[in-house]
């Protein structure tokens, strides 16, 4: 399967836990998007990243959310001390840049705060 | 500022009807509009998509129509079937002033197709 995947695909923290949410994008792919869905709500924005560079991240809370993309490995949305408010559906997306729109969506983690 | 604004919120169309959702943007530096297509607990996946230099896209069933000047852009569902019940979002982005592609979606319409 050579489409973008995420894990884990549900995750529920306790307030004030940490929350890892991963992201491989597609083969040949080398740009990530990251956009959070809350419920009745569109997708907004948060992060892109290339290998080893945030590129826009205007859309990332200031605090407590952080994203990398290694050279080697997926790429990261790290939330710290998590609160209610966070509980959303996370999407990762990938593109193949080099001037290309088309981004290709996985299929999220689902994060629950309790 | 809400950039796409999408309608309706909620649609309810018989087998066989025409299923039409409707989006206005306010950027004109937007210069692709994807649409996506999303089932409860999955990702949204990619519908189809126009550039401006064109008027009207089809593919199956699927048509979208654009209007450069009213910056307006519409998915129009063809026979529409059971298996089409999702929500659709509309969307736009840019590559020009930095922004880098990311995409501007609209608040979602929830598309029930009655059998």
């Known amino acids: 399967n050579a489409g973008v995947m995420q894990n884990p695909r549900h995750l529920v923290r306790r307030r004030g836990q940490e929350a890892r949410l991963r992201c491989s994008p597609m083969?040949?792919?080398?740009?990530v998007y990251w956009y959070r869905q809350l419920p009745e709500e569109g997708l907004k924005f948060m992060v892109y990243?290339?290998?080893?560079?945030?590129?826009?991240e205007s859309g990332m809370p200031k605090e407590r959310f952080s994203a990398e993309f290694p050279k080697e490995g997926p790429s990261i949305l790290r939330i710290q001390q998590v609160v209610r408010g966070d509980s959303a559906a996370y999407f990762c997306?990938?593109?193949?840049?080099?001037?290309?729109?088309?981004?290709?969506f996985g299929p999220g983690t689902r994060l629950t705060v309790t | 500022q809400q950039q796409v604004k999408q309608s309706p919120q909620s649609l309810i169309v018989q087998k066989g009807g025409i299923s039409i959702i409707n989006c206005a943007y306010e950027?004109?530096?937007?210069?692709?509009f994807p649409w996506y297509q999303q089932f409860p607990g999955k990702g949204p996946a990619l519908l189809i998509a126009?550039?401006?230099?064109?008027s009207e896209k089809k593919e199956g069933r699927f048509t979208i129509s654009f209007n450069k000047s009213a910056k307006q852009f519409s998915l129009h569902i063809m026979d529409s079937q059971p298996g089409d019940s999702a929500t659709y979002f509309c969307?736009?982005?840019?590559?020009?002033?930095?922004?880098?592609?990311?995409?501007?979606f609209g608040k979602g319409t929830l598309l029930t197709v009655n059998p």
């Open positions: 997306a990938s593109s193949s840049g080099q001037g290309r729109h088309e981004q290709y």
């Open positions: 083969k040949g792919h080398s740009h």
């Open positions: 990243l290339q290998k080893e560079n945030i590129i826009d």
């Open positions: 950027n004109t530096a937007f210069d692709y």
């Open positions: 126009i550039r401006p230099d064109v």
């Open positions: 969307a736009a982005s840019t590559g020009s002033g930095g922004s880098n592609y990311k995409l501007t």
